[in-house]
Nanobody, 123 residues
Framework: QVRPVESGGGLVQAGDSMRLSCVAS????????MGWFRQAPGKEREFVAA????????DYEDSVKGRFTIPRDNAKNAVYLQMSSLKPEDTTVYYC????????????????WGQGTEVTVSS
């Protein structure tokens, strides 16, 4: 069992970069796939990116490909969402989630969730 905690959100301008961090307490962090999701008010939670137990296994939502990356640091029990070329439509709350081993891109596949961190991109 892990407990993810996100940080790093805030206000930036369009075109800027930002890094979100997720540190997960608990054991065997390296055996978990980690995902980032986002959810705007009144909308469903949507997949952004995920990285598997095997770090070369990664997946990205089409609108963030080439702009976002999802590295992990197992020594720190951390996963990051490195965001660049941010757009106003990236504005929303971002959530970190964990599930055993393999990546999935549906939120119901993830067992453990953080509380979210808000990102605002001004135009």
């Amino acid at each position: 069992q892990v407990r993810p905690v996100e940080s790093g959100g805030g206000l930036v301008q369009a075109g800027d970069s930002m890094r979100l961090s997720c540190v997960a307490s608990g054991h065997l962090f390296s055996t978990y796939a980690m995902g980032w999701f986002r959810q705007a008010p009144g909308k469903e939670r949507e997949f952004v990116a995920a990285i598997g137990e095997i770090p070369r296994d990664k997946d990205y939502e089409d609108s963030v490909k080439g702009r976002f990356t999802i590295p992990r640091d197992n020594a720190k029990n951390a996963v990051y969402l490195q965001m660049s070329s941010l757009k106003p439509e990236d504005t929303t709350v971002y959530y970190c989630a964990a599930r055993p081993r393999e990546i999935e891109n549906q939120p119901w596949e993830y067992n453990y969730w953080g509380q979210g961190t808000e990102v605002t991109v001004s135009s």
